[in-house]
Every structure is written in C-alpha cells, then in structure tokens.
C-alpha cells in the first residue's frame, strides 16, 4: 500500500507537532534543569523524529522498489515473495518497527528481507 507524498507530509508534520508540544510541556514542567538535563530531553525528543523520518523514507524504498528477480545470498537461487512482516531495523539514527516484504529461498530454506532495499544489510 503506497503512502503519496502528500500523506507522508502529514504523517511528518503530526510527528513533529507532537514533539515540539512534548518540548514545550517539558520546558514549563521542569523547573531549572541542569545542561545535562536539557541535553537528555532533547536527544530523546530528536530520536523519535529520526525515527519517524527513518520510517517514512524507508517504507517509500520498499514501496517503489518491489524486489524483483532477488536471489538468496547464500545459494543463488530466485526468492519467493512470502508477504509483508514487521521487522525491527537497527540503525545509525535509532530502531524503528517497519513493515517490509519478506521472502524465502525454496532450495535451501533461508527467509530473508529484500536485499537492496535501504536496509537490505541484516
Ligand atoms: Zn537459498
């Protein structure tokens, strides 16, 4: 199912609405925090907008790029598409929960995440 641009505009947008709201709650509930204090506050702020930034443009890579004619990386062999699963993505700018497609090597029985997609590494 392929989010238009449009509703990937407000799916940011609301995400990032919500954390500015959580920003300025924090501000007026937290008498004279310490630097450490604002620095925690705010790198957990930011990691819930890299993590919505890294949700939205990584399911538009999937969406645009069906794998096709994908081969298992330990036998070579063509996958078959098994549909779409939840996966846990581990990356430089936090974990995200992502819907991805799924698929199986019938020869030697391995089930794995497209290869070349944005996160095709694990
Ligand atoms: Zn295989």
Redesign the pocket.
């Known amino acids: 199912m392929r989010k238009t641009r449009q509703q990937r505009q407000i799916e940011l947008e609301t995400k990032t609405n919500e954390i500015i709201q959580q920003l300025l709650d924090w501000t007026e509930q937290t008498e004279r925090p310490n630097l450490t204090q604002i620095e925690d506050e705010i790198l957990a702020l930011r990691e819930q907008l890299s993590q919505a930034m890294l949700e939205s443009v990584v399911s538009a890579q999937e969406a645009t790029q069906p794998a096709q004619g994908e081969?298992?990386?330990?036998?070579?062999?063509p996958?078959r598409f098994k549909g779409r699963r939840q996966a846990q993505v581990a990356s430089r700018v936090g974990a995200a929960d992502l819907e991805r497609g799924y698929y199986h090597?019938?020869?030697?029985?391995?089930g794995i995440f497209p290869p070349g997609s944005a996160t095709g590494a694990e």
């Open positions: 081969r298992c990386p330990t036998c070579g062999q996958l090597c019938p020869a030697c029985g391995q």
